[in-house]
T-cell receptor, first 113, second 114 residues
Framework: AQTVTQSQPEMSVQEAETVTLSCTYD???????LFWYKQPPSRQMILVIR??????QNATENRFSVNFQKAAKSFSLKISDSQLGDAAMYFC??????????FGTGTSLTVIP | KAGVTQTPRYLIKTRGQQVTLSCSPI?????VSWYQQTPGQGLQFLFE???????NKGNFPGRFSGRQFSNSRSEMNVSTLELGDSALYLC?????????????FGEGSRLTVL
C-alpha cells in the first residue's frame, strides 16, 4: 500500500523562527515525486515545493527547503524565518509517475507573533 | 490566466438526495482530479479524468461518479447522500502529460448533508 503519514497534527512556531514538518511515506517504487502543499484558511491549496526522487539534492524554494531521505522514506519540510502568512494547513503528497496523488492528513501550522 | 473554478461553493442537502458539483480547469489543462477533504482524514482521492476518460479511481463506493467533457470541464455526482458525505470537495487540474503532474486546486465545494 502506498501511504503518506504526517505524525504532527498541529505545530506552532514563533515568528522569525524555524520549524520542521515531518512526513514519511511507504512505497515500493524507485521513481516518484514528493510535494508539500499549503492550504491557507481561504482553502485554496498551493504548491510549496517539489522533489524528484531520483535527485539526491534537496529542493529549496526561498525560505522553504526539504530534507529528503530516500532510504528512510522521509520527506520533511523546513520553514525558515517564519512569517504570519505561513500559517496554514500543510499537506505532504506522494505521486508515482502517471498515477494518482496520495496525501497525508495534514499539519496545521500556527505562527505566533 | 483564470484558475480552477468550482461551483457551487456551498450547498446543503438532505440524506437520500443527490448532488452534482462542477469544476472548470485552467485553460489548456486536460486532467481533472477530485478529492474529498474531511478533518483528520486529509485528502482522499476520488478519481481523475484525462481527455474525457477516467484514468485513475480511488476507493469510494459507486454512489460517487464523475465525467469530463470535451472542453475539459468536469462534474462529479454523489447519489443517495449520506451524513458521512459531508465534506469539502476539491477539484484539481493539471496538464496531465508532464511527469511531475503538479496540481492546481480550486477553492472547493463545501457540502453539508443533513
Amino acid at each position: 500500500a502506498q501511504t503518506v503519514t504526517q505524525s504532527q497534527p498541529e505545530m506552532s512556531v514563533q515568528e522569525a523562527e524555524t520549524v520542521t514538518l515531518s512526513c514519511t511515506y511507504d512505497t515500493s517504487e524507485s521513481d516518484y515525486y514528493l510535494f508539500w502543499y499549503k492550504q491557507p484558511p481561504s482553502r485554496q491549496m498551493i504548491l510549496v515545493i517539489r522533489q524528484e526522487a531520483y535527485k539526491q539534492q534537496n529542493a529549496t524554494e526561498n525560505r522553504f527547503s526539504v530534507n529528503f531521505q530516500k532510504a528512510a522514506k522521509s520527506f520533511s519540510l523546513k520553514i525558515s524565518d517564519s512569517q504570519l502568512g505561513d500559517a496554514a494547513m500543510y499537506f505532504c503528497a506522494y505521486r508515482p509517475p502517471g498515477n494518482q496523488f496520495y496525501f497525508g492528513t495534514g499539519t496545521s501550522l500556527t505562527v505566533i507573533p | 490566466k483564470a484558475g480552477v473554478t468550482q461551483t457551487p461553493r456551498y450547498l446543503i442537502k438532505t440524506r437520500g438526495q443527490q448532488v452534482t458539483l462542477s469544476c472548470s480547469p485552467i485553460s489548456g489543462h486536460r486532467s481533472v482530479s477530485w478529492y474529498q477533504q474531511t478533518p483528520g482524514q486529509g485528502l482522499q482521492f476520488l478519481f481523475e479524468y484525462f481527455s474525457e476518460t477516467q484514468r485513475n479511481k480511488g476507493n469510494f463506493p459507486g454512489r460517487f461518479s464523475g465525467r469530463q467533457f470535451s472542453n475539459s470541464r468536469s462534474e462529479m455526482n454523489v447519489s443517495t447522500l449520506e451524513l458521512g458525505d459531508s465534506a469539502l470537495y476539491l477539484c484539481a487540474s493539471s496538464l496531465g502529460t508532464d511527469s511531475t503532474g503538479e496540481l492546481f486546486f480550486g477553492e472547493g465545494s463545501r457540502l453539508t448533508v443533513l
